[in-house]
């Protein structure tokens, strides 16, 4: 304290100035982590979870529709209804091939893994069953024979099974989601937290050092103070303090005890003159 008195005033107000710098860097510091953590959990619950539910949701569309387009290739009453459906249909596989690897890219959930594994399998099954019943379809054309058969309970397994393995699929990640939102809600609280008490601390700190750097400007002020009213009312024995301070409150009490000084002399002086009457 002794140390920070002796400062001159500019370096007492260019430290009090650093101090609240610092303590405004550190509360800012925080935030940002604590936005990034967040951040970074939405960003996960985004690229993870909900890319990934919509990848599998609209493969289960895609799914159902090449069904439905073999279906109705198989039934078409002409031709070009015919190949109006397996031209659908051809759009639909290959949709489907697109959100197969956008569910790849997305997986994360172990269950989901093992369900893939399945999954790939499944729709290895269903694809040649396709590529099967397309080829028998050119040999039957309009003639419901041979082609007719992937209409059947076999195929229909398939896709029953199929459908629960991507309803599973799409649960899993809701659970995920609903569990990363929760971690990010939870985060998101104690670092709330954490903030308010840096920003107590950061207040208290503030406050005492400021309350510090006045007390170290106005103790020595106010004991100048009261020498220069005990010169007034004639205590000339009275100790000036603080004149070895390199700084304003020692140029303030050098010249309280020059001012001393003159009033000794005048003091000398005048009881000279009062004995040398006598």
């Known amino acids: 304290f002794i140390t920070l008195e002796k400062l001159r005033l500019t370096p007492k107000l260019l430290v009090a100035a650093f101090v609240g710098m610092l303590l405004t860097m550190v509360l800012g510091l925080a935030g940002l982590k604590s936005i990034e953590a967040i951040n970074g959990y939405n960003r996960h619950l985004y690229n993870s979870d909900l890319i990934g539910t919509a990848a599998i949701a609209k493969a289960h569309v895609n799914f159902r529709l090449t069904g439905r387009y073999l279906r109705e290739a198989i039934l078409a009453p002409t031709l070009a209804r015919q190949d109006e459906a397996k ?3 051809s759009k639909a596989a ?37 590529s099967e019943a397309l080829s028998l379809l050119e040999e039957d054309k309009l003639q419901i024979g041979k082609a007719a058969a992937f209409l059947s309970e076999r195929f229909q397994r398939i896709d029953s099974r199929t459908d629960k393995v991507l ?57 100048l103070s009261s020498s220069v009213d005990n010169l007034a009312q004639g205590d000339l024995n009275i100790t000036i303090p603080y004149v070895d301070y390199p700084n304003e409150v020692g140029l303030i009490a ?25």
């Open 87 to 89: 031209a659908s249909l």
């Open 94 to 130: 290959s949709d489907l091939d697109l959100d197969v690897a956008l569910i790849r890219e997305t997986l994360h959930i172990e269950q989901n893994k093992k369900l893939f594994k399945e999954l790939n399998s499944l729709l290895a099954v269903h694809s040649q069953q396709i």
């Open 167 to 223: 309803d599973a699929m799409v649960d899993n990640n809701l659970a995920g989601a609903n569990k990363t939102t929760q971690v990010a809600a939870k985060l998101y609280q104690q670092e709330r937290k954490l903030i308010l008490l840096i920003l107590v601390i950061a207040i208290t700190l503030g406050s005492g050092f400021g309350w510090i750097v006045l007390l170290s400007i106005k103790r020595p002020l106010k004991a």
């Open 254 to 278: 050098r010249s309280v005890k020059i001012l001393k000084g003159i009033y000794l002399k005048l003091e000398s002086q005048r009881w000279i003159k009062t004995h040398t009457a006598e």
